[in-house]
């Protein structure tokens, strides 16, 4: 059991069945009151993020997450094929438990897979991927707006917008957090 007054970001923990991770948390001591901490949470089965104040005396069941290694191998139909790095041992996975890392998971790219007693939580991606440009409009001269953008579609079908200077089948890294683009490769 951990005290609240011991927490941290990027912890796990378990509360009435769920587990969580701890994406922020203040300590808050009103002029009346007791003091409470607020605690910004990620329910690491559904993704959903939520808000939720605690007295000071709570005590949290920490929840131990395992990370493994994996390759993204391919995708068919509605399943999602990795292989462990180690002991070479295949998954598939449905394509509803990877979520919206789909738009940036490219054939051979490594990953890794969190893990709860054996139940799959999700795929964790880098901060940053290199994908290529499959289609988007050619510039157009004279059009050099500040910060102007047009759609690109990237390998993966993933949409995103890209300044006007990027080509189709150049290589751009885009940002897995908000899945925006970031600058040529």
Do not use: C, W
């Amino acid at each position: 059991m951990i005290n609240i007054n011991n927490i941290s970001n990027g912890m796990t923990i378990k509360i009435e069945h769920n587990i969580f991770q701890i994406l922020d948390f203040k300590h808050v001591k009103p002029g009346k009151g007791p003091a409470f901490v607020r605690i910004k949470l990620k329910n690491l089965r559904t993704g959903a993020n939520i808000e939720q104040t605690f007295n000071t005396s709570v005590k949290f069941e920490k929840a131990n997450i395992e990370k493994k290694k994996m390759q993204f191998l391919y995708a068919d139909q509605n399943a999602y094929n990795f292989m462990d790095m180690s002991s070479f041992e295949q998954i598939e996975i449905d394509e509803k438990q990877v979520g919206d890392a789909k738009a940036f998971l490219k054939e051979n790219s490594d990953v890794e897979l969190m893990f709860y007693e054996n139940e799959l939580l999700g795929v964790i991606l880098p901060d940053k991927v290199v994908l290529k440009i499959t289609k988007t409009e050619p510039a157009v001269k004279g059009n050099t707006t500040g910060g102007a953008t047009k759609d690109a579609y990237l390998e993966t079908g993933h949409l995103i917008k890209v300044p006007l200077f990027v080509e189709q089948g150049e290589n751009v890294i885009v940002s897995t957090k908000d899945g925006k683009y970031d600058s040529r490769a």
